[in-house]
């Protein structure tokens, strides 16, 4: 039997977050139900953050409550705070995740913070998903390259991804947030890494600016990962991310996997119809 690797879809959370124009709900909704009959097994769904920060992810609790629940998918949200973490256990979501930096500038930039004050501000929200058996998952951002401090020293990776492993996130989603990453950078950042935390308790997290997400995936695979975050139709961006364009389309993730023989449970067919389907939820000028 062949080796699985997990596709953790972004589209509707990762994808959406920096479209411009609001994308109605019952569209969020139906590209979630759509996703949920193509045999994801994971689905990050939306973000319970500051609609202040991010409109577009203003009618969390809606989407949340308007899906279909498919019984063997994981639903996943972002939660930067306790506050997002008790609206996201109001809806039940499956698993929540909490996502810091591996840069100072961009944390700041994104949830208005240094590092090690996230590092605290994520404490409590840990201690309650536990109490209530509710898996974290956590994002380092900015892994190789941060829009305003530059290069990240991968050591950097290292601790902070330790620290966020050590307080008990079940896996560690590793950024790149920009899309500014290379084989070799990547490389670098995951040997550093791998020394902190096993393989199978990390994630490739591409965006794909300069094109070269599909190679990153490849010296991942190599580094032994098997689990990838990737948007239906490269949709996405970050809205405190200059420059970073959409996610790592999930059928060339798909694609990728079958060539090299892996196993993901996705049907290629219902996928590129979503992912035409996504397209279609684009403002122009995104
Ligand atoms: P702040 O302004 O420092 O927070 O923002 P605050 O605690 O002072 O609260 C300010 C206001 O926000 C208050 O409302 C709070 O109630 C409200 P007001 O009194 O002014 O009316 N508030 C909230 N409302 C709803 N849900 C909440 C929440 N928390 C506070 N959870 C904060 C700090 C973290 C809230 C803000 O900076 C924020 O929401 N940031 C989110 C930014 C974001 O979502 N970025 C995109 C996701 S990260 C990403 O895309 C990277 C990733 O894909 C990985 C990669 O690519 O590297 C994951
Ligand atoms: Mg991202």
């Known amino acids: 039997m062949s080796e699985f690797v997990t596709l953790f879809e972004m589209g509707p959370r990762d994808g959406l977050q920096n479209e411009k124009t609001f994308v109605p709900t019952a569209q969020k909704i139906d590209l979630v139900d759509r996703l949920s009959a193509c045999g994801f097994r994971k689905i990050e769904v939306t973000s319970f953050v500051s609609p202040k920060w991010v409109p577009q992810m203003a009618d969390a609790q809606e989407v949340m409550e308007g899906i279909y629940r498919h019984p063997s998918v994981t639903y996943a949200v972002l939660t930067p705070n306790v506050k997002g ?35 605290e501000r994520f404490k409590p929200l840990l201690e309650k998903a536990h109490e209530d058996g509710i898996p ?31 307080l008990g996130c079940y896996e560690i989603s590793l950024g790149d947030t920009i899309g500014a990453g290379t084989p070799e950078t990547i490389g670098r950042m995951l040997d550093a890494v791998l020394t902190a ?12 600016t300069k094109g070269r997400a599909i190679e990153n995936i490849e010296v991942s695979l190599e580094k032994g990962l098997r689990t990838f975050d990737s948007a239906v139709g490269g949709l996405g961006g970050c809205p ?44 122009v000028d995104a």
């Open 136 to 166: 974290v998952r956590g994002y380092v951002s900015c892994v190789t390259d941060c829009p305003y401090d530059g290069a990240t020293p991968p050591e950097k990776v290292a601790e902070v991804a330790k620290t966020l492993f050590d």
């Open 197 to 208: 935390i096993p393989a199978d308790k990390l994630a490739g997290h591409f965006h794909d």
């Open 85 to 119: 973490y008790t609206a996201a256990k109001k809806v039940s979501a499956d698993e929540v995740a909490i996502f810091g930096s591996a840069s100072e500038g961009f944390s700041r930039k994104n949830i208005n913070c240094s590092v090690a004050e996230s590092i």
């Open 240 to 283: 405190y991310a200059p420059g970073a364009k959409g996610n790592v389309a999930t059928e060339a993730v798909l694609d990728l996997m079958t060539r090299k023989g892996f196993e993901t449970g996705i049907d290629r067919a219902k996928l590129a119809e979503i992912a035409d389907f996504a397209r279609t939820l684009r403002s």
